[in-house]
Nanobody
Framework: QVQLVESGGGLVQAGGSLRLSCAAS????????MGWYRQAAGNERELVAI???????NYADFVKGRFTISRDNAKNTVYLQMNSLKPEDTAVYYC???????????????WGQGTQVTVSS
């Protein structure tokens, strides 16, 4: 069994900052890419940022220069530092990880339960 548990969401004023964390636990042999997605009410889920095991990153255009993704491989944890938040950043943020549960097995995608981020104007 694998679990991804997010924390750090909440209510913040426009221009403020939040830091999200997501810790993977359970039967894990290795983790490849880890990422953050978000889904606003009435919209589809969209990619925010992704980071490889080696630290290579990619960001959606709408967060470049404001958000920073990082990870701690020893702790199986990924972070999302969100600065200069805007009301349009309001959404449920989901953690995603590509995980190998045992040597010789298959890679599978896992999702966290989501954490609400609300930015007031």
């Amino acid at each position: 069994q694998v679990q991804l548990v997010e924390s750090g969401g909440g209510l913040v004023q426009a221009g403020g900052s939040l830091r999200l964390s997501c810790a993977a636990s359970g039967s894990i042999f290795s983790i490849n890419n880890m990422g953050w997605y978000r889904q606003a009410a009435g919209n589809e889920r969209e990619l925010v940022a992704i980071i490889s095991r080696g630290g290579s990153t990619n960001y959606a255009d709408f967060v470049k220069g404001r958000f920073t993704i990082s990870r701690d491989n020893a702790k199986n944890t990924v972070y999302l530092q969100m600065n200069s938040l805007k009301p349009e950043d309001t959404a449920v943020y989901y953690c995603n990880a590509n995980i190998l549960r045992q040597y010789g097995g298959t890679w599978s995608n896992y999702w966290g339960q989501g954490t609400q981020v609300t930015v007031s104007s």
